[in-house]
C-alpha cells in the first residue's frame, strides 16, 4: 500500500485511531443498548462497560473499582480537582489547592477551588517541579492547620518533560494531603502506574492512546470519594458521574488500551528511537536549534524545539504545506499560536517562547514520516537563513 503524502506529527494532540479501537466502537454502536436497562441489550452494554474497565485499570495499574468514565482528560481533572473529599468515610475540606505551574490549561483553569486558594509550584529551568518548594509550602500549610491538595502532572504535553509523581505523592502524604496527578499524556507512552505514581486522583484520556475523542477517566484510589459531583442526576459510574455512558467511546477506549498494554515496550522502543534519530538529524541540520527539556527525562515520543529568529506560525504552515502535520508547543486547543504558559515558567526569552515547534510520533508513525519532516526542516531553514542574509551551513 503506498503511503499518502502527508506525515501526521501531532500525536499528543490526538493520536490515529488504533483499528482495535474502531472495531470495538463500531460494534458497540450496533449492538447498541442502555447500560442500565435491565434486558439483554442492556446487560451486554453493561458488559462491554465492564470489560473495558478491566483493560484501563490493567494499563493504567489500578482496580478496575477505581475508574470513573468521563467525557475526557479535561472533564477528569474538573472533578478530580475539588476541596471537598470523602476520606476513608469521613467528609473533608481541603483548604487549598498547589498545582505546577505548566499543568494543562484545563487543570490551570479547570480546578473548582476559589482562586484566592490556588498557588503555582514553580517548576526549574528544564521544565522539572520544584519539589523543595513544594515541600516547604506544605510544611507552612500543616503550621497553619491546613489541608493541602497538590496537582503535579505525570507528564507535559509540550515538552514532554516527566515529573517525580512518587516523590511529590510522598511529601504530600507526610502532610496528610491529596495528590492529584494529571497522567494524560504519560498514559501507555511510559511505564505509567497508578499504582506505583502514590497519586489519589489521576486523570486519563482514550484518545492519547489511539482510543476515542471524547472520553476519558478518572481513577479514585486512596480511600477517596469525591463529594462534589460536576454532572448530578442518575447513578451511573456509582454515584461519581451521572449520564448514560458513552458505551461505544468507553469500548473503544478498553480496546486502545489492551492494544496499547500489548503492544508495550516494543512499540515505545521504536518510537523512541525514531525520536532520538529525529532529534541527533535537527541538531545536525541546525545546530544553533534548542530541544526544551532535552536535558531531563521526557517522553520517548515528543521533541519540542525553537530556532533562533524562526516564528511557529511560518514554521507551522510551511511544515502542512510539505505534508508534514505538527503543532507550536502551547496550541492544543485553538489552532491559534500563543506564547506558551510552559516555556515562560522555564524562563524561556519571548523571542524563542513564540518559535517552539513540537513534534510527537505515535503508534503509526513510521521512518518515512521522520525522514519527510527533516526533509522541510532542512528546506524552511535554508530559506530562514536567506532571509535572515545569512548563508546556511
Ligand atoms: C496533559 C493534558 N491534560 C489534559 C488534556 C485534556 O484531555 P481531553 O482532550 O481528553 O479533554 C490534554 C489534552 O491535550 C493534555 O495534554
Known amino acids: 500500500m503506498s503511503r499518502p503524502p502527508r506525515s501526521y506529527l501531532d500525536h499528543n494532540a490526538t493520536s490515529d485511531l488504533r483499528p482495535e479501537a474502531r472495531e470495538a466502537m463500531l460494534a458497540a454502536l450496533d449492538a447498541?443498548?442502555?447500560?442500565?436497562?435491565?434486558?439483554?441489550?442492556?446487560?451486554?452494554?453493561?458488559?462491554?462497560?465492564?470489560?473495558?474497565?478491566?483493560?484501563?485499570?490493567?494499563?493504567?495499574?489500578?482496580?478496575?473499582?477505581?475508574?470513573?468514565?468521563?467525557?475526557?482528560?479535561?472533564?477528569?481533572?474538573?472533578?478530580?480537582?475539588?476541596?471537598?473529599?470523602?476520606?476513608?468515610?469521613?467528609?473533608?475540606?481541603?483548604?487549598?489547592?498547589?498545582t505546577t505551574a505548566v499543568e494543562h490549561p484545563c487543570v490551570l483553569e479547570g480546578a473548582r477551588f476559589p482562586s484566592?486558594?490556588?498557588?503555582?509550584?514553580?517548576?526549574?529551568?528544564?521544565?522539572?517541579?520544584?519539589?523543595?518548594?513544594?515541600?516547604?509550602?506544605?510544611?507552612?500549610?500543616?503550621?497553619?492547620?491546613?489541608?493541602?491538595?497538590?496537582?503535579?502532572?505525570?507528564?507535559?504535553?509540550?515538552?514532554?518533560?516527566?515529573?517525580?509523581?512518587?516523590?511529590?505523592?510522598?511529601?504530600?502524604?507526610?502532610?496528610?494531603?491529596?495528590?492529584?496527578?494529571?497522567?494524560?499524556?504519560?498514559?501507555?507512552?511510559?511505564?505509567?502506574?497508578?499504582?506505583?505514581?502514590?497519586?489519589?486522583?489521576?486523570?486519563?484520556?482514550a484518545h492519547k492512546i489511539g482510543g476515542p475523542q471524547g472520553v476519558g477517566a478518572l481513577v479514585v484510589s486512596g480511600g477517596l470519594h469525591i463529594a462534589d459531583r460536576v454532572l448530578r442526576g442518575g447513578g451511573q459510574e456509582r454515584g461519581a458521574r451521572a449520564g448514560t455512558e458513552n458505551g461505544p467511546g468507553v469500548a473503544g477506549f478498553g480496546a486502545a488500551a489492551k492494544a496499547t498494554r500489548e503492544a508495550g515496550e516494543a512499540e515505545r522502543g521504536r518510537i523512541r528511537a525514531l525520536r532520538d534519530r529525529l532529534e541527533i538529524e535537527l541538531l545536525t541540520i541546525a545546530p544553533e536549534a534548542v530541544i526544551f527539556g532535552g536535558a531531563v527525562e521526557r517522553l520517548p515520543n515528543t521533541t519540542l524545539f525553537a530556532l533562533p529568529g524562526l516564528r511557529a506560525e511560518t514554521a507551522l504552515i510551511a511544515f502542512d504545506l510539505e505534508g508534514v502535520a505538527l503543532s507550536s508547543g502551547s496550541a492544543c486547543s485553538s489552532g491559534k499560536v500563543k506564547r506558551s504558559h510552559v516555556l515562560e515558567a522555564m524562563g524561556v526569552s519571548p523571542d524563542l517562547c513564540s518559535g517552539a515547534i513540537r513534534v510527537s510520533l505515535g503508534w503509526s508513525t513510521e521512518e518515512a514520516d521522520v525522514i519527510r519532516f527533516l526533509g522541510a526542516?532542512?528546506?524552511?531553514?535554508?530559506?530562514?537563513?536567506?532571509?535572515?542574509?545569512?548563508?546556511?551551513?
Open 32 to 98: 447498541g443498548g442502555n447500560a442500565s436497562s435491565v434486558h439483554a441489550e442492556g446487560r451486554a452494554a453493561r458488559g462491554r462497560i465492564e470489560a473495558a474497565r478491566e483493560e484501563v485499570a490493567a494499563l493504567a495499574g489500578c482496580a478496575a473499582s477505581r475508574i470513573v468514565f468521563t467525557s475526557g482528560g479535561t472533564e477528569a481533572n474538573v472533578l478530580a480537582l475539588t476541596p471537598f473529599v470523602e476520606r476513608c468515610g469521613e467528609r473533608q475540606v481541603l483548604d487549598r489547592l498547589l
Open 377 to 393: 526542516f532542512e528546506k524552511l531553514r535554508k530559506t530562514l537563513h536567506k532571509r535572515l542574509g545569512r548563508a546556511a551551513a
Open 116 to 205: 484566592d486558594r490556588i498557588e503555582r509550584i514553580p517548576v526549574t529551568a528544564d521544565g522539572v517541579v520544584d519539589l523543595a518548594w513544594l515541600g516547604q509550602r506544605l510544611a507552612t500549610a500543616t503550621t497553619a492547620g491546613e489541608r493541602v491538595m497538590a496537582s503535579v502532572q505525570a507528564a507535559n504535553n509540550e515538552t514532554g518533560v516527566v515529573q517525580p509523581v512518587r516523590a511529590a505523592a510522598d511529601l504530600v502524604h507526610v502532610h496528610d494531603g491529596v495528590l492529584h496527578c494529571d497522567a494524560v499524556q504519560a498514559l501507555g507512552k511510559t511505564g505509567f502506574s497508578v499504582a506505583a505514581s502514590g497519586a489519589d486522583l489521576v486523570a486519563l484520556s
